[in-house]
C-alpha cells in the first residue's frame, strides 16, 4: 500500500541545534510538501517540492531549509533551532492535474524545541 | 491571493443526526476544493475534491459537499453521522495555477454525543 512514513516521530531538540526531519513517499508522486500545524493557524506550508532536486519556498519557509535528493524522500532542515518551531510537522506528496487537491499525509513529526 | 474561512471551531451533535460543517473561500479564478480529516494524533486523510462539473460531490463513508459559486463555499455534510467521525475536518483550496499547493482553513472539531 502506497504511504508516507516520516521520522523521527517525535523529537526534543535544544535551542541552536541543527533538526532534521525526514520524509519518505511510497506513492511515486513527484509532488512533496512540508507543513506546520499550530493550534489556531491550521496548516501551514513551509517548503514543497516538485522533483528530485527541487525545492520550492511555501508561505512560511523563513528559519527552515529542504532538500529533496530522491523521488522519494524529503528532507526538513532546521539549521538554528528556536522555541517557537516547537510544532507538529507533516509530510505531504501529492500529484499533477486535478489531482492537485489530494493530497496523501505521513503520521506527523511532534517536534519541541526547549 | 486565496483564501479560506472555516467559521465554526466545534460542532457538537448527537449520533445519527445530520452536520454540515461550512466552508468559505476567496479566490476569483478556476479553483479545487477539497475536504481532509483528521483524527486525534494522525495525519490528514483526503475526503472529496471538486473542480468542475456536479457541484455535489460524494465523498468516503457517506460524506458529500456542495459548490456554490455565487456563494463562495464548499461546505460538506453527512445525512447520520457515526461515533468514528469524531474528528477535525479541514477546507482546503488550491488555485489551478499554484501547482498543488493547498490553503488550508483552521479547522472544525465535529464531537459525537452517545
Known sequence: EAAVTQSPRNKVAVTGGKVTLSCNQTNNHNNMYWYRQDTGHGLRLIHY??????????????????????????????????????SVYFCASGGWGVIYAEQFFGPGTRLTVL | ??????????????????????????????????????????????????YSGNPVVQGVNGFEAEFSKSDSSFHLRKASVHWSDSAVYFCAVSAGYNQGKLIFGQGTKLSIKP
Do not use: M
Open chain 1, 49 to 86: 517540492s516538485y522533483g528530485a532536486g527541487s525545492t520550492e519556498k511555501g508561505d512560511i519557509p523563513d528559519g527552515y531549509k529542504a532538500s529533496r535528493p530522491s523521488q522519494e524522500n524529503f528532507s526538513l532542515i532546521l539549521e538554528l533551532a528556536t522555541p517557537s518551531q516547537t
Open chain 2, 1 to 50: 491571493t486565496q483564501t479560506v474561512s472555516q467559521s465554526d471551531a466545534h460542532v457538537t451533535v448527537f449520533e445519527g443526526d445530520s452536520v454540515e460543517l461550512r466552508c468559505n473561500y476567496s479566490y476569483g479564478g478556476s479553483i479545487y476544493l477539497s475536504w481532509y480529516i483528521q483524527h486525534h494524533g494522525h495525519g490528514l486523510q483526503f475526503l472529496l475534491k471538486y
